[in-house]
């Protein structure tokens, strides 16, 4: 059994494919070069792939710089610092890349037909401050019937199933999910800011740490402060 797992090196990506890895499947990862403010991630992912021993690992290189719109991908857009989890909740923040789950499910789907596989993973989470809007169950299932509608394998009546396992759980869930998996957390990152150290301030390293602390654990990533 074959399974494309969405791997940005981050806790909950990292997370999934431990999890694949305990679903029995042969695990092909995906990570992408977009020319993100957090390139760094990409070396964890790296790192984590090996770790995870899986099948195989590729890194897919497009520039969406070239249109901007998000904190992550414009550096005339400044990166939120040092909000609380209430002011995160608010709205969908700064850091939303316009449609970029939709990018990378397009990618793994036609990465996984090409290899047979009968699942695609991904990491995303609807509770996690204000729930980017492709990271929620309704967008999830219409991606569903588009993985149904749009592929040979679909249409024969086989199609690639979306697995989102963390989809439903809080940070905290998932940590002690991955500990139970054996996730390597010191290998993972999950700064947004650039940097080669972890920030600590921005809206996901405070969410991260936040998690950790409520569990009265310690995050192994370091910090600048």
């Known amino acids: 059994m074959k399974a494309v797992i969405l791997l940005s090196g981050g806790l909950d990506s990292s997370t999934i494919l431990y999890q694949a890895k305990a679903d029995g499947y042969e695990c092909h990862a995906l990570s992408f070069d977009y020319r993100q403010r957090h390139r760094r991630e990409l070396k964890s992912a790296l790192l984590v792939a090996q770790k995870a021993g899986v099948v195989k690992h590729q890194v897919v290189n497009f520039d969406l710089r070239q249109w901007g719109g998000s904190a992550l991908t414009d550096d005339g857009i400044d990166l939120p ?50 729930g980017y809007p492709d990271c929620r169950p309704d967008y999830i299932q219409a ?55 972890a920030c600590g301030a921005c809206d996901s390293c405070r969410l991260r740490l936040a998690a950790f602390a409520e569990l009265g654990l310690n995050d192994p990533v370091p910090y600048a402060h």
């Open 81 to 130: 610092e040092e909000r609380s989890l209430d002011e995160m909740s608010q709205n969908i923040p700064v850091t939303y890349v316009p449609a970029r789950n939709t990018i990378f499910l397009s990618f793994a789907l036609a990465y996984s037909e090409t290899i047979a596989a009968e699942r695609v993973y991904i990491g995303v989470n609807a509770l996690d401050y204000s």
């Open 143 to 197: 991606m569903q019937e588009v993985f149904r509608l749009g592929t040979k394998q679909g249409r024969e009546g086989e199609p690639i199933t979306i697995v989102a396992p963390l989809i439903n759980l809080k940070k905290t869930e998932i940590i002690q999910l991955g500990n139970q998996l054996g996730v390597p957390w010191e290998l993972t990152w999950s700064c947004y800011a650039g940097a080669d150290v």
